[in-house]
Structures are given as C-alpha cells and as structure tokens.
C-alpha cells in the first residue's frame, strides 16, 4: 500500500496530538476527595496527615467533604450530597460506629459512592474507615474484611510461607487490638504495584495491629501483614481488590488518638505506601518511586509531618 505525502502528514499529526492528550493526562494532577467529619479517631489529625502526605508527591490534587456532625438534624444530612464523580479517587476517613446503630451516610450518597467504584473510580480506606457501615452490603463487599464479629463471616490470615489461611465463619477472635506499639510490617504480594520494590520487611513505629477482622473475605489480595501478639497470627495489614470497574485499597494504618503523639504518621514507609495506593486506587499504576530513606527491618525512618 502506497502512502502519500499528505497523508503520511495527517497521521503523524493525528498520533501527535493523541500523543501530547496522553502526555497531557499522564501529568495532570489526580484528583483526591477525603470524606471525613465522624471517627472514633483524630480524624482532624488524619485528614491533615493524608493531605500533607499527598501534597508532598506533587501527583495530587487534595479537597475535602466534611459530613454533619454527630447529632446534626436530618436537613443537614439530607444537604449533605458530595460529588464524587468530580474525582479520580475518594479517600474514606469516616468511621460511625461498627455496630447497627452507627452512624450512616444517607442512602443517596451511599449510593453515589457505589456507583462511583462500580464505574471506575477508587476508593481508599483509612484505618478505622473498616468499621463502619455494617448494615451495608456494598460497602463489606468493597472492603472485603471489617471491624466485624466472627459470626458476620470468615476472616483471613497468612502463613508463615506467606499463604492464605481463611478463618471459618463463626470462628476466631473477636476484632480488637493491643496498645499501640513498634512492629514489622511483612510485604506478602512483592510483585503488586503498591508494594513492588519495597523492602521484605520493615519496622513501623506507634502503631495500632489489629486483629480479629471478618468479612465476606473474597476478591482480596493482601500486601502486608504483622504478626499479632494478642491472635499469634499474620493479621493483614494492606490489601486491595477489584470492585466493578473500579479499584479498592484498604489500609489499617494511620491511628490517631486525640492527644496522642502520632509518630506513625512520620514513617516513611507508610507515607510511601499511603500514597502509591492513592494512586493505584486512582489509575491501576504507580509511578511514586521507593524513597533511599525508606526504613529498615529494624529501624524506623522518620519524615517529620507539620
């Protein structure tokens, strides 16, 4: 086939300019929404953390849609409507209780959110996020395990080989956690892009290692894991999963107590792998490089956060 002049022309400029659109899209900020307002924790200092964190590696874009508070009348609930189709990724800092009478989002929203996954978009839950929303099914299918009681499904935990170990509905412990201490955090999946090139194990300092988590337990791929002195097992730590067209990062990082010093929040490898799973949860890639500071297997390394 013979290809004139002209249109040799016109095709090179075509894939041109497909070319600099996709140049253009690769460097255009994501956009992240953090939904906070209710929590157990410091979700003021979390939010804070998350947005410090995000901004530092200059990919993200950062806003914030704060709920009612607790015992806000049902106008200010029902005028709550954030719009998360106006995201790439929607970070779930909110925790209204893990039993039947938490606190729930109105229908509407829940409902926008599981559309917004279902579509494609991310969603990233932080720490205590897990607990909430008992009673919605999409949401337990989404995180896949949750600050749940034996009896709500079966649990997962890892081997000493790094398998899968699945805990019978009905069985093991109920959730809970220790004080907050020093431990190692295990990279199960080296191959996934949130964890790829990450140390095979690193020290993490101050941080909550819960235990005992249950859910419909399906579709997950668990990252990293500690070894829990209350449950003697690898409790997941990190894991994601696919949902619809979209993507789902959970993480049981990040506590904050009020009051308390959150050194946690200053590690380098949880503010390495909270952002590199913003953004797998936002495009399926990562590009944010393993810092040459990134911690040890015994020894933590500190980024002071503002």
Not at 116 to 139: D, T
Not at 230 to 242: I, K
Not at 278 to 284: C, I, K, L
């Amino acid at each position: 086939m013979i290809i004139s002049r002209r249109q040799f022309t016109l095709r090179s400029l075509a894939l041109l300019a497909l070319s600099s659109r996709d140049a253009h899209a690769r460097h255009s900020p994501l956009r992240v929404l953090i939904v906070d307002g209710v929590n157990n924790h410091d979700w003021v200092t979390a939010t804070h953390a998350i947005t410090e964190i995000l901004t530092a590696a200059t990919l993200f874009t950062v806003e914030v849609s704060t709920c009612p508070p607790r015992g806000a009348p049902r106008d200010a609930w029902n005028s709550w409507k954030p719009n998360f189709s106006g995201y790439d990724v929607v970070i779930n800092n909110f925790n209204g209780g893990h039993l039947a009478d938490g606190i729930e989002w109105p229908l509407s929203v829940q409902d926008s959110l599981e559309k917004f996954v279902r579509r494609g978009g991310g969603l990233v839950v932080y720490h205590a996020a897990n607990n909430a929303f008992l009673n919605w099914k999409a949401y337990n299918e989404m995180i896949g395990l949750g600050w749940r009681s034996p009896s709500f499904g079966p649990g997962l935990a890892v081997s000493s080989d790094d398998k899968i170990m699945v805990v019978p509905k009905g069985t093991g412990l109920e959730p809970g956690h220790p004080p907050r201490m020093d431990f190692q955090i295990h990279v199960r999946d080296t191959h996934h892009p949130i964890t790829e090139g990450m140390p095979k194990v690193w020290m993490h300092p101050s941080e909550q290692l819960t235990h005992g988590q249950h859910g419909p337990a399906e579709g997950l791929t668990i990252l990293t894991y500690a070894h829990s002195p209350v449950s003697n097992q690898n409790e997941p730590m990190d894991w994601v999963r696919r949902y619809g067209k979209g993507r789902v990062y959970t993480t049981m990082l990040g506590h904050t107590w009020a009051g308390e010093p959150n050194p946690n929040l200053d590690c380098v490898g949880f503010q390495t792998l909270l952002s590199r799973g913003v953004q797998w949860a936002a495009t399926g890639t990562v590009t944010i490089p393993i810092p040459a500071n990134f911690p040890g297997p015994e020894k933590v390394s500190l980024r002071e956060l503002t």
